[in-house]
């Protein structure tokens, strides 16, 4: 599933502009410690996190993640898209929990 298909079919907001949303998505990994992502995260995943910080960037950039998605109804700050934007790192709001973000990811065979 790319993520342009992810995000028709979840209504989920794309908080970033012109980045490459025809990138697939292979899996998703779902934790907020930095540390463990940044060892147990997969090239090509889709990371579910309440963490909306600067790190976040250089975490999803490092482990060459296909988005972030951003659960809880929390908002990225506007430095943090900015950063994401020149990284053409894809950012998503999602308002639904943690665990229903993974569990729709699912449903949708990523």
């Known amino acids: ?7 028709e079919q979840t209504g989920w907001k794309p908080v970033t502009k012109d980045a490459d949303v025809t990138k697939e998505i292979n899996g998703a990994y779902c934790s907020d410690l930095l540390s463990w992502v940044m060892g147990k995260g997969q090239p090509d995943q889709a990371w579910i996190t309440v963490q909306s910080h600067i790190n976040v960037i250089a975490v999803a950039v490092l482990r060459e993640f296909s988005c972030v998605i951003l659960a809880e109804g929390a908002h990225f700050p506007e430095n943090v898209i900015s950063r994401a934007e020149d990284e053409d790192l894809v950012l998503i709001e999602s308002d639904l ?4 973000t993974a569990r729709k990811l699912i449903e949708l065979g990523v």
């Open 1 to 7: 599933m790319t993520i342009q298909q992810l995000i």
């Open 97 to 100: 929990p943690v665990f229903e």
